[in-house]
Structures are given as C-alpha cells and as structure tokens.
C-alpha cells in the first residue's frame, strides 16, 4: 500500500499571505495526486487533481505542483473561507482503484 | 452535474451491520466509479473500497476485505454500503464519492452518514 505523508499538521497562517503544504508518497503515484479541502461539518471538495490541475469552479490562488513522490499545495493569497483541513491522495493506477489519504493538514488562522 | 444523496443516521450495537444508501441524480449510476469513504470523529479520511467500471469488479481496501459489501442498484441508480460485525471504532461518517473512472479523483461526494456503534 503506498502511504501519503503530509506536513506540516498544522500551519497557521495570516490572512492575505502564503500558504505551503506538503505530500510526500512512498513510492512513486506520477502525477495522480489530487487535493482536497474540508471544512467543519461538510464533505470533502475537489482542488487539484493531476497533481496541478484545478477543477472546475477553483480559484486561481490555489495551485498545486509536483511529480513521483512529490508534491507541494499552494495557496497564493489566503483568504477566510481557505481556513480549513487539506487531505492529499494518491490514485495511481496500479494496483487499479485503489486509493490512500494523506492524513491532513489543518490550515489555521495566525 | 452529479446529486449523490445518503441515508440517514444511524445508531447500531456492537456486532450488529449497518447498510447506507447512496441515491444517484444527474446521471446514471453505470457511467460513474462510485467509491466509499470514512471519517471517525476528528480523524482523517479513510478510503474503503470502490466500483472499477473497466472490469466490472469492485475492489476493497485490505482493512475491510470481509467485513464490507458494496453493491450497487442499476434500475434505481443507487449504491449500498453494508459493513458487518461492527465495533465501537467503526463509529464514524462514512461518504459515498464519485470518479469518471477508477483512476480519477473523487469529484462529487454525498453528504455524508453517520454511524454510532454503541452497547
């Protein structure tokens, strides 16, 4: 099973400044990495997906960036509705369908 | 645009089994991978296993080999989750999600279910 390490657990970051999170998998995922961000009561929504990709309806601060075992969440410019828990994953496509979660990084408010 | 609707709450007892829904709108249910997630209380997210469409198999993480049965209901487009001989740490909101394929990420989730195993 490949495991997905994010760091750090926690950040805490002012409003209007730079946000880096961090993935690191244990082996090799190319660049099937998504990101997504959850906020207290909800379900978890989509950012990034083909390690750089947004999806539909993602503002352009958040960027995502890497390769292999790699990976690097952005977040440009932060703004309230950013503070939240980040979960990286890895869908490659060997053994197929099989998924693993990152265990998260809760962005806070500094 | 993908609605993924879940069952309610529920509340079960130690070695009993729990089955959560997952309703389907806005497309058919044979054109999605539809996969299961948990979450225990201020845990991460877990991921128990999913629909590949290529093959037509559905696949379970290790950790739940046995104990969880997937199905899914093409005439209702809706998918089931039954998981059996529950314990006190299966206490949890459990998530359907969706994937173009099994290798997408999942872009469209439920709401989510709780389930309380408790004496």
Sequence with gaps: ?110 | QVQLVQSGAEVKKPGASVKVSCKVSGYTLTELSMHWVRQAPGKGLEWMGGFDPEDGETIYAQKFQGRVTMTEDTSTDTAYMELSSLRSEDTAVYYCATADSSSDPFDYWGQGTLVTVSS
């Design chain 1, 1 to 110: 099973e490949i495991v997905m390490t994010q760091s750090p657990a926690t950040l805490s970051v002012s409003p209007g400044e730079r946000a880096t999170l961090s993935c690191r998998a244990s082996q090799s995922v190319s660049s099937n990495l998504a990101w997504y961000q959850q906020k207290p009561g909800q379900a978890p929504r989509l950012l990034i997906y083909g390690a750089s990709t947004r999806a539909t309806g993602i503002p352009a601060r958040f960027s995502g960036s890497g390769s292999g075992t790699e990976f690097t969440l952005t977040i440009s410019s932060l703004q309230s509705e950013d503070f939240a828990v980040y979960y990286c994953q890895q869908y490659n496509n060997w053994p197929p369908g099989v998924y693993t979660f990152g265990q998260g990084t809760k962005l806070e408010i500094k």
